[in-house]
């Protein structure tokens, strides 16, 4: 497999001198928001975690994100948390970008570094510490679980994406593939996160639109997008959100790859709003 980059940002602040207006969107069907964007003034901080700062990009609120939340991670040496969360009945995925810590799941230590993916079904008990010379640099992503009766949760688990095969889609070339760390037939996982590669050339031929909330966040290399009626264009340090239905298409203008990580809510029904939510019928 070709070795891979992945962009994590680094924070500071524009100069003076800098043009505010860049290319942040706020749309009642997308969101984007660029690399520049990702400032020391926007960071968050947690309670539990110790020399932690974190950008949240994606919340669940009326409009925007529905499913899921997504922070940008960044644990400095010696820093991390014995509760990362206390949210009952979450899911957890974890993606490294940059750095080195020790992820504890249930007892059991793994090591993790560029290119690490975990994922921790609810109820797990987990803890990390950041212990390299740099920052531990990840993203975050919850999720409240939908149980099902009778489908028991997936367990967790431990892989480096070198380690997954790209599944490239049929008749593209090797142009448009996608890591996928769970079997997509695996009722079990009420949500996928997977990478998305694009090689030069690569294009989404269709307009995607479908029942899935998509958060976007652009690892390498550059493209343009197709985000309900707008082309945008796009470049590592990017995230994108995409509400249900909304329209998408992807051409990647190259000169390199074109890759992201990618979340979605699969395997569930809708929910649906009977009788009871608004008085009987009549």
Not at 116 to 135: D, M, N
Not at 143 to 151: A, F, S
Not at 199 to 228: C, D, R, S, W
Not at 251 to 277: I, M, Q, S, T
Request: one cysteine or more.
């Amino acid at each position: 497999m070709t070795s891979s980059s992945y962009f994590s940002p680094a924070g500071g602040l524009p100069p003076q001198t800098a043009l505010m207006t860049q290319r942040a969107v706020f749309t009642t069907a997308y969101a984007f928001i660029p690399r520049g964007c990702f400032s020391d003034i926007v960071t968050s901080f947690l309670p539990g975690w110790t020399r932690t700062r974190l950008w949240l990009i994606a919340r669940p609120m009326s409009g925007f994100s529905e499913t899921f939340s997504q922070y940008v991670m960044e644990v400095a040496p010696g820093g991390g948390s014995d509760m990362p969360d206390r949210e009952t009945g979450a899911e957890h995925w974890l993606f490294f970008t940059g750095g080195l810590a020790t992820l504890t799941i249930d007892g059991t230590g793994y090591e993790m570094e560029a290119g690490s993916y975990a994922y921790l079904p609810p109820g797990a008990r987990w803890t990390l510490l950041a212990e390299g010379k740099e920052p531990a640099r990840f993203h975050w992503i919850r999720k409240i679980y939908e149980t099902v009766p009778g489908l028991a949760a997936p367990e967790a688990f431990v892989i480096n994406e070198t380690d997954v095969p790209v599944r490239w889609m049929p008749d593209t070339g090797d142009r448009w593939g996608t890591t996928r760390f769970v079997d997509p037939e695996d009722l079990r996982h009420d949500a996928h996160v997977n990478i998305v590669t694009f090689q030069p050339g690569g294009v989404i031929p269709f307009e995607e639109t479908h029942v899935m909330e998509h958060g976007l966040f652009v690892l390498e290399g550059k493209a343009v997008y197709k985000l309900n009626q707008d082309w945008v264009e796009v470049e590592a340090g990017d995230f994108m959100w995409l509400r249900a239905y909304c329209p998408q298409a992807c051409y990647a203008a190259g000169p390199g790859r074109f890759r992201y990580l990618l979340y979605k809510d699969v395997n569930r029904h809708a929910k649906l709003r009977g009788p009871g939510a608004f008085g009987p019928l009549k």
